[in-house]
């Protein structure tokens, strides 16, 4: 197989064309490719980093959530989620979502990645995690955006959901879908 230098791109400028809210900010970019054509109007869009949920309970149940989203139709599950605050580190961020979100809380946390949902136009990083030994310590914080269900799912049932395409959000199926790798490797590793 040959082997082929990959040279990256260069951003020789960047405007910004539309700054919405805290949620949404556009650029244009100006690029140059390595073989040196211009890219005068590449899009470069720019939402806050998130960090991304699967919880297991002590006695092995994975939190999630039947619930509607506005770009969902109709209902779908869904894990812990959210955006990650100015200045906060992911894993804060994992803690407190999941606090806010399920009211529970986990001293065992598995770091899972950091990756980009968009390669060509940025978008944002999603920083994944698996919470082991979750225990009920409050009751959620109810958000008037979303209506949601808490529910606890077996592995079994997970497995299940995921594979009929109950989970609708590409994070959630990738959350679950590490998790469930990681605890299988950890099984066999035994």
């Excluded at 497995?159 to 994070?171: D, N």
């Excluded at 990738?174 to 790798?181: G, H, P, Y």
Aim: charged letters at 25%; proline letters at 4%; a negative charge.
């Amino acid at each position: 197989m040959k082997s082929f230098l990959l040279r990256p791109w260069k951003t020789l400028s960047r405007e910004t064309i539309l700054n919405h809210n805290k949620f949404l900010s556009v650029e244009n970019h100006v690029v140059e490719l390595p073989d040196g054509r211009i890219i005068p109007d590449w899009s470069w869009v720019k939402i806050p980093d998130a960090s991304i949920v699967l919880a297991m309970t002590e006695d092995e149940q994975f939190i999630c959530f039947r619930q509607i989203r506005y770009a969902v139709e109709g209902t779908t599950l869904a894990t812990v989620g959210g955006m990650i605050e100015e200045n906060e580190d992911p894993l804060e961020a994992a803690k407190r979502e999941l606090l806010e979100e399920s009211g529970y809380a986990a001293d065992e946390w598995v770091r899972l990645g950091k990756y980009i949902l968009d390669p060509n136009r940025g978008v944002a990083n999603m920083h994944l995690f698996l919470a082991l030994g979750a225990k009920q310590v409050s009751e959620p914080i109810i958000d008037d955006l979303e209506d949601q269900d808490l529910i606890l799912l077996s592995h079994e049932e997970i497995e299940k959901a995921l594979l009929s395409g109950e989970f609708q959000i590409l994070t959630s199926t990738v959350v679950i879908s590490m998790s469930l790798n990681y605890l299988h490797s950890q099984k066999r590793q035994k």
